[in-house]
C-alpha cells in the first residue's frame, strides 16, 4: 500500500508539473523516478501475491491434515466399537463444518496487515499540527512599523543561461495591500519573491 501510494502519488505530481519539466529539460531525470518508483510498487505487489500464496498453502495443507486426522481417529474408534456409525459421521459433518471457518479465520491475517498498514498510514496525517495561521513571517522585534510602501523601478531580470523574464518592471505596492502575483511558469514570479524577501529582511523603504 505504502509503495502504491508513492507510485500514485508521483504520477500525479508529475503529470500536474508537466510544464514546468518540459520547460527545464528535465524529462529524462523524472522519467527515470517514475521507473523506478513503478518498479518498486510491482515488487511490492508481487512479494504480497507470494506472501498470500504460501500464507494460502499452509493453511489448506493444515485443513486437510486436521480433517484427515479426524477422519482417522474417528475411524478407528468405530471399528473398536467405541463410537457408532451415526456418532463417527455427526463427528465428520461438525467438523468439516468447523474447518472451513477456521481456515477463513487465519486468512484474516493478511487483511489485519493491510488494515494495519492504511492505519499507521492515516495516523500519519492525522496526527499533524495544525498549523498557525497567527504566526507572523516577521518577528515583531525585527519589524520597525515604519513600511509605507515598496517601490520598484525599471526592474530588468533574467536566470543565468536563460532568455529575459522580466524587462524595465515598475511596480508600488503600499502597505495594507493585499498584492498577488500570478502567471505561468517561469514567467518571473520567483525573481519578484526573492525581492520582496530581501525587501523585509534589509528593512529598507524603496528600492
Not at 505530481?13 to 517514475?34: H, L, P, R, W, Y
Not at 543565468?160 to 508600488?172: E, T
Not at 518571473?188 to 525581492?195: A, E, L, M, R, Y
Amino acid at each position: 500500500m505504502a509503495a502504491y501510494s508513492a507510485n500514485e502519488s508521483n504520477y500525479i505530481d508529475t503529470i500536474q508539473g508537466v510544464a514546468v519539466i518540459k520547460s527545464s529539460n528535465k524529462e529524462n531525470i523524472f522519467g527515470s523516478k517514475i521507473g523506478t518508483l513503478f518498479n518498486q510498487f510491482q515488487s511490492s505487489s508481487i512479494h504480497l501475491g507470494k506472501t498470500g500464496n504460501q500464507f494460502n498453502l499452509i493453511v489448506e495443507v493444515l485443513a486437510t491434515l486436521i480433517i484427515l486426522t479426524i477422519m482417522a481417529e474417528t475411524a478407528y474408534f468405530t471399528l473398536e466399537n467405541i463410537l457408532k456409525i451415526g456418532e463417527m459421521m455427526a463427528i465428520l459433518s461438525i467438523g468439516i463444518g468447523i474447518i472451513p471457518s477456521c481456515t477463513r479465520l487465519m486468512l484474516t491475517n493478511l487483511q489485519i496487515q493491510e488494515a494495519k498498514v492504511a492505519y499507521n498510514r492515516m495516523y500519519e496525517f492525522t496526527a499533524i499540527e495544525p498549523e498557525d495561521n497567527n504566526v507572523l513571517l516577521v518577528e515583531e522585534t525585527e519589524w520597525d512599523q515604519g513600511f509605507k510602501k515598496l517601490e520598484i523601478k525599471n526592474l530588468t531580470f533574467r536566470f543565468a543561461g536563460r532568455r529575459q523574464l522580466l524587462k524595465d518592471i515598475n511596480l508600488i505596492i503600499n502597505s495594507g495591500e493585499i498584492t498577488a502575483l500570478i502567471g505561468e511558469s517561469g514567467c518571473g514570479k520567483v525573481p519578484f519573491s526573492s525581492f520582496f524577501k530581501s525587501f523585509i529582511h534589509r528593512k529598507v523603504d524603496t528600492f
